[in-house]
Nanobody, 127 residues
Framework: QVQLVESGGGLVQAGGSLKLSCAVSGFTFSHYPMGWFRQAPGKGRDFVASIAWSGGGTDYAGSVKGRFTISRDNAKNTLFLEMNSLKPEDTAVYYC????????????????????WGQGTQVTVSS
């Protein structure tokens, strides 16, 4: 059974930092490109960051580039998103996701490319 479980969300003041984790089980994590998406109230699910299955390539939404860092520990089946210099507009539910198929090259930025999703973790940034 595939499971993706996010943790690390919470309430933080603007300018603060949080580190999200996504614990994965039920498939060979190291073979799958992974990503983070977020959804603010009343809005669609937006791409935040993605990482190649090897960890050798990353991609970021323009709004978070330079502030967020995606990484993965294939030995521990865990995906991370380190978020610095947080802004109120970063407030959203953050979801981790695994690609539909293993071994896809590069990074994936479309929700369509992902087949497995976590339940989400709330991040709230106060001004």
């Amino acid at each position: 059974q595939v499971q993706l479980v996010e943790s690390g969300g919470g309430l933080v003041q603007a300018g603060g930092s949080l580190k999200l984790s996504c614990a994965v089980s039920g498939f060979t994590f190291s073979h799958y490109p992974m990503g983070w998406f977020r959804q603010a109230p009343g809005k669609g699910r937006d791409f935040v960051a993605s990482i190649a299955w090897s960890g050798g390539g990353t991609d970021y939404a323009g709004s978070v580039k330079g502030r967020f860092t995606i990484s993965r520990d294939n030995a521990k089946n865990t995906l991370f998103l380190e978020m610095n210099s947080l802004k109120p507009e970063d407030t959203a539910v953050y979801y981790c996701a695994a690609s539909k198929r293993p071994g896809l090259p590069g990074t994936l930025t479309l929700t369509y490319d992902y087949g497995y999703w976590g339940q989400g973790t709330q991040v709230t940034v106060s001004s």
